[in-house]
Each structure stands twice: as structure tokens, then as C-alpha cells.
């Protein structure tokens, strides 16, 4: 099992530290976020600082950037790595996507789906010089010896997408190389949701399901003692309530014996209640979707709950303390990686 750390991408100044800290004490590989700063800057000063470490989009917005601009970025990337780069992409929703970056979001499923051809449609024409891509919302085939990357001695990168309802898990499994499931992702949905759709998309290509990796972000309460693990359960608390406001995300609470969650938080968020909104999960949710344990436990707590479910597992919040903390969060990888 390969296990990375999560960040959001910081002052680039600051990368390369993190990048030799995250390959030193013993992650796979380090995977960036997207929200005010961009991931790909992130991850190309990171492919410098520490080579041999596996970096990741884990997502970046695809619909503000042509399928062209991103192909050559993952290109220039996956160079830069020796081969150890994934291109995580994701809709985000409409509100970010038409009104932050000003662009159309109409049927942003099967758009997803026709850029991640048209992006290794790319990736063929860097390296035989003949671009061909003609998809229902994107059509590319013009490049020239001069506007292009060329050859990189290294295998086309891994493109992954973003999933959580079941057509979207399905096309993962049809066109991508792996899926990004969400952090309130619990075993459950993973299991009867996650697992079975991005298989019959993978039967549908003629693929394997065991080609397509399965990438999940793990929500972690560890401590050897309550009042260390008190404020971590905090923490994973007020991700969780701002996860869990997103309406497309209810069914999973609701399987989940959490019926109303997502209308119970959106009902505080409307009001500007942020406490509010983390007071709708209770200790129960937090037992369903997140692992506690103490510092020994760890470990084979994670693997009880992902052996033959996760690919990658993304430790989600190994950044959120101190250098000690993220130091024996790395030592918790060892042992998954083991």
C-alpha cells in the first residue's frame, strides 16, 4: 500500500523543506491540494527538492485550464520526477467553477470524461507528433514540432479523477487511470459503491479493476492519551461538518444511518453558525468515518479498514500538528508501505 501525505500548497519558498522532510521520514509521496495556490507549482518545486518522492494533484480544477495546458504541465512534471507524478483532476462545483474562474460548467461529468481523453490524446501526440482528439466538448488536432514537449523518457503519466456518486465512479473506471474518493468516503461506501462502479466502468473499457487505483483520504484521530486525541477529534470534526455540507454528498451520510446531516448543516451554515455546523457531528459519525487509535495502534487500525480497499492511502491530516506529530505519522507509513 502506498501511503502519502496531504497538503495544500504553501509559499513556494516553503516546498522544498516539506518535500525532503515527507520523503525522510518515510511517505510514499506528497500530494497537493488546490485552493488559492496551484498544485502543479507546488509539485515542480517539490520534483527538485526531493527526488525519488511520488507527487500528486490530488485535485486540481481541470475545466479553467485547456486539456492541452494541463497535458504539457503533467508532462513537464512527470519528467521532472522520473515517472513519479499522478495528475489528480476534479469538476470542483458550479459556483467556483462560473463565477471564481469564469468558465461553463454544464455537464461537468461527461465534460470530465471527454478532457481526460483529450489530455492523453496530448500525452500520444507529444511523442509521435500527431494530434488527434474529437470528443463532444473538445476537439484538438493541430500541434507542431515547435509547440510541443516532445519525448520524455519516462511512461505517459497516471491521470485520476475525482468521484463520489455512481455515475462519475463509473466513468473513473472507464477512462481514468485511478479515483480520488472523498474524505467522508467511509468503508461502507467504499465497499458497495466505490469498489463495484469502478469496476463495471473498467468492464465497459475492456480494463481491469485492478488497474485502476483506488485513492483514499484517511481521517485520523491518534493519541496515547484523551486529551491528546481531543483535540484531533476536534479537528477531523469541523472537516467532516465542512465536507459533509455539500448536498451531492447526503446519500453518503445517509446510507451511513445518518439520515439529514448534509439539510441539518446547511441550516447552520446558512445562518453563518460555524460551531453550529461541527456540532451536527456527533461522536457517532466520527466513529463511522474516521479511525482513532493510539500511536501503536495505528497502523493496524488502518489496515484492518483499507487492506484490499485503498491502492493509496492519503493520511489527511499527518500535516495538521507539529514536526513530531507529521514525524510519527511518517513512521505509520513505514508501516503500511512494509
Not at 38 to 50: G, H, N, R
Not at 117 to 140: M, N, P, Q
Not at 240 to 250: E, H, I, K, L
Not at 283 to 292: L, M, N, V
Amino acid at each position: 500500500m502506498h501511503v502519502d501525505a496531504m497538503t495544500v500548497p504553501q509559499p513556494l519558498t516553503q516546498v522544498s523543506d516539506l518535500a525532503k522532510r515527507t520523503l525522510a521520514a518515510g511517505y510514499s509521496g506528497l500530494l497537493f491540494t488546490e485552493t488559492g495556490r496551484t498544485a502543479y507549482l507546488s509539485a515542480a518545486v517539490a520534483s527538485q527538492a526531493a527526488p525519488g518522492l511520488e507527487l500528486s494533484t490530488g485535485v486540481a480544477v481541470a475545466f479553467p485550464r485547456s486539456p492541452f495546458v494541463t497535458a504539457a504541465t503533467a508532462w513537464e512534471l512527470q519528467e521532472a520526477t522520473g515517472g513519479k507524478f499522478r495528475l489528480g483532476l476534479g469538476t470542483q462545483v458550479r459556483t467556483h467553477v462560473v463565477r471564481r474562474y469564469g468558465m461553463p460548467f454544464e455537464r461537468p461529468g461527461p465534460r470530465l470524461r471527454d478532457y481526460v481523453r483529450a489530455v492523453k490524446a496530448c500525452f500520444s501526440a507529444f511523442r509521435t507528433g500527431t494530434l488527434d482528439h474529437h470528443g463532444e466538448f473538445y476537439d484538438l488536432d493541430f500541434i507542431t514540432p515547435q509547440w510541443s514537449a516532445g519525448p520524455i523518457d519516462a511512461p505517459d503519466p497516471k491521470v485520476d479523477v475525482a468521484a463520489v456518486n455512481p455515475w462519475m465512479l463509473r466513468m473513473a473506471g472507464e477512462v481514468a487511470d485511478g479515483v480520488h474518493v472523498h474524505p467522508i468516503g467511509w468503508t461502507g461506501y467504499l465497499k458497495r459503491h466505490v469498489l463495484p462502479n469502478v469496476a463495471e466502468g473498467a468492464a465497459k473499457a475492456g480494463r481491469l479493476a485492478s488497474d485502476i487505483a483506488v485513492i483514499v483520504p484517511a481521517l485520523t484521530i491518534v493519541g496515547d492519551s484523551d486529551e491528546e486525541r481531543a483535540v484531533e477529534r476536534e479537528s477531523v470534526r469541523a472537516s467532516m461538518a465542512f465536507y459533509g455540507s455539500t448536498p451531492n454528498y447526503a446519500f453518503i451520510w445517509d446510507e451511513a444511518g445518518f439520515e439529514g446531516t448534509t439539510a441539518r448543516i446547511r441550516e447552520k451554515q446558512k445562518a453563518g453558525d460555524f460551531k453550529g455546523m461541527a456540532a451536527q457531528i456527533t461522536d457517532e459519525h466520527i466513529a463511522a468515518f474516521a479511525t482513532e487509535s493510539t500511536w501503536d495502534g495505528l497502523a493496524g487500525a488502518l489496515l484492518e479498514k483499507y487492506a484490499g480497499v485503498a491502492t493509496r492511502l492519503v493520511l489527511y491530516n499527518a500535516l495538521g500538528g507539529d514536526h513530531d506529530r507529521f514525524e510519527r505519522y511518517g513512521e505509520i507509513a513505514r508501516r503500511l508501505r512494509a
